[in-house]
């Protein structure tokens, strides 16, 4: 096929080893895989002992050389973390080279500033690794979809957290003991913040969206829920409702613009979300990932995989090289125009609403004492805010008091929350104990 | 974003005039889809009403005005059947025409004809829409999956039988009455034959398979069963033992190679199969397909979305047609060279292995009479055979005879036919009544 394509490899953890892996055992797999070559690799530590064969001279432990080495034409950049991977990147693009990353924490932060700069200097940074592991939907969304008007984006984007509450909706094991577990296999991080508070989600989301709906998202304005307060007796009650609970991430234009290029306005949230159980997402369980994109004229489709693990992401990143290889390097070496398609520059403004005026059904537990009067003095309430309930359900009514389980059609936040602060003074009414999501 | 992409179609029917329909509602679209403009389209009948506003001027009964129109850039096929589209399509890529077709019948059986004159004119010829509807497929196959060993492909890729099944599972309603509702709804042609004797399954995984596997699948080949000969009882047998029933079109690896440059020995089939409840495939109902992809190191991933219909599959044409424009007119207008994974060569050697090595789970419905020997007989022919057995149940025994159900483990279809041909010949069985297959 031609000419060799060398590859910097910045990190070689979980990730860049399983890229290297790709490479060296090109065989079966696409004649262009033949064509790369790994050049250079940072690492931390030289002289540590590895799984896989790479000759002691190809290793720093400086990036910068990986970066300036003039036989590496790709970066790939797979060491996390915000610095100095957000600098190595831009000195990559600032070089001419283009960029492989999965580092979603700097594309959701700093991903506007990195695609100006690599228009700019006329090369790709191409981040299908980013979300949803080895799953195949930043390039659909970003070459296969282009026809439609994006509705909606929602998903399952965090592993962690889906294994976490497929074990306890299946063996009703106790949160703490299954992150634990999830620890000990290596599935959550010694400090699981990110995963279990929903940062993680956030970070894809705001990528995804950005995406599909083609401008800047602002990360910090997402409201975002983590599954860390979640309580196992509203997974319960939920199950007995016919749902089960996972953690989801949704982006979804709140309405129809009037005019054109005004900023479009778009919802965005991670929440432990109800799904019935005859949902698309409802069967994706343990580290599966899975993300529906809604649109016209296309309708809905779903792509589902493994969210994450060596395997799946360094084929994501080895998707995102062949893909610069394919249309950049192969072609006669030549500087050409940037495909728009892949580069995927944002072509509006998008706003997010506050949150407030998110639309959504919603789940709520309050506790009561076990009154006569207490659903008929809820139910007018959420009816004087003319928020129109789907099923009110008494469960385990007792001295102690009663649970209350409400699911509501959709309606805005604000509505939710002025309803329950009017519920909340009633005198039978003793805490809010829950509020999620309900698809 | 500059200068205007000319399209021509051939054809405005559904598809047709869904891809006019996007192309004229640019708004809120990928900015590029705003560059498009549809200067020729040829039809049947130019006096004929239609919903869809085009200027009559525009229109013509001779397909090749608009091939040779200089206007047009980009030829849309969407007329289907095999002559005269495939000879227009060869008209278009000698013009030095790029082409986008949703034709999986002239793709399947002509498609190495086609892609050799496509590389040898250095233009392309793009397929989304011709498998899957709108679901992205064929792409992630060419684009995002190239850095794995593919094992597997399978799915639900024909709707109008998948929408039958649905209907027959759900209501227990009878095939026949189905098949004339499916008629009336449009999701049926009044010859069925293409859809129910899944020949349009085998079309559709020839041209996966060719994808993923990177080689010409002959398409006469492929072992295929439809759904007209399928009974409703195993359907009710099937639900018993907690399967469903699903048209399935399989592609699989067979076995490893010994050498580099050997011929890759593939399984190809289409055919009625049992599939359990909670497998991906299970929730996919009604005219919804899905495909799974299982490779190394990726693991498994499923694509799923509306297999058909106007606005999915003019989804999937515009975002061939966006390809193109972005890599290829866009770039200056100059010729480059063809990138790679877009043109999709073929690059190695594959053949189909016979129908008896196909190795599978199969599901066999056995009419005995009620006699206490027969389950152990035919237990041991099958043990001679080494076919080993996952259940063996009696149903319905009464005085006219017993309905045993088999399920096999995974054994070799020659091995199963041996065996079948031994019990026919024992004196309690009446008939071998069933054969289907089983994930």
Redesign the interface.
Known sequence: ?GKTIGIGLLGLGTVGA?VL??IETS???????SNLEVMRVAVRDISKKRSINISPEKLTTEPKEVIDDPEVQIVVEVMGGIEPARSLILRAINSGKSVVTANKAVIARHGDEIAKAANSAGVYVLI?AAVGG???II??LK???????IKKVSGIINGTTNYILTRIAKEGANYKNVLKDAQDLGYAEADPAADVEGLDAADKIAILSGLAF?GVIKREEITTKGINKLEEIDVKYANRLGYGVKLLAIAERVEQ?KE?NQSLPLALWVEPTLISN?H?LA?VNGVNNAILVE????????????GA????T??????D???IA??KI???GEA??L????SAAS?RECHLVNQKDIIQKTYLRVITNDSPGVIGAIGSIFGKNHVSIESIVQFDASEKGAEIVIITHKVKRGQIEKSLNQIKGLSDVLQIASQLGCL
Chains 1, 2 share one sequence.
């Open positions: 096929m399983g892996k790709i065989e079966g797999r696409n004649p262009l895989v299908e080895g799953i195949p390039e659909p070459q296969s979809l282009g026809g439609n008007r083609g613009l054109r005859d698309p069967g649109g016209e004229p296309i309708g809905e489709v779903m792509f589902y995989g493994p693990g060596s395997g799946p360094a084929s994501a990143v080895v998707a090289i062949l893909n394919g249309i192969n072609n006669k050409t125009s495909d728009p398609l892949l072509w």
